[in-house]
């Protein structure tokens, strides 16, 4: 049972990794750094955290730029609610992406860009 699941953990891992190198909308950089890729997991998420995302974008409490971020998140997930996406990150450098694909389609539905500073 327990190799089922790590078959299946793998396949999750390769096929994110399969829609990251297959989006044209990454630079080019985040596609060829697949492999650096950490925490790809499967996530989901309730109307709860449309919510959250809608006071938050009320209250502004990080300035208009988080504002922003937030608003094109919300309009990217919000479809997404109750499905499975697969998600991680991936740093080169300073930056980090965090990426978001579809379980159903296999294809990158949202995608943001960290700035690290150190």
């Not at 891992?13 to 697949?34: I, T």
């Amino acid at each position: 049972m327990l190799a089922t699941e790590d078959m299946i953990e793998s396949e999750l891992k390769q096929n994110w990794k399969n829609a990251v190198q297959l989006c044209l909308e990454l630079p080019k950089y985040v596609r060829d750094s697949v492999e650096c890729a950490v925490e790809i997991k499967r996530r989901s998420f309730d109307e709860s955290y449309i919510e959250f995302l809608e006071s938050q974008i009320k209250l502004s409490p990080r300035g208009p730029d988080w504002t922003e971020r937030l608003k094109e998140r919300k309009k990217a997930l919000s479809p997404f609610c109750g499905c499975d996406l697969v998600g991680g990150r991936i740093q080169v450098g300073t930056v980090e992406y965090v990426v978001e694909v579809s379980g159903e389609s296999s294809k990158v539905v949202y995608w943001e860009k960290y700035e690290k500073n150190n």
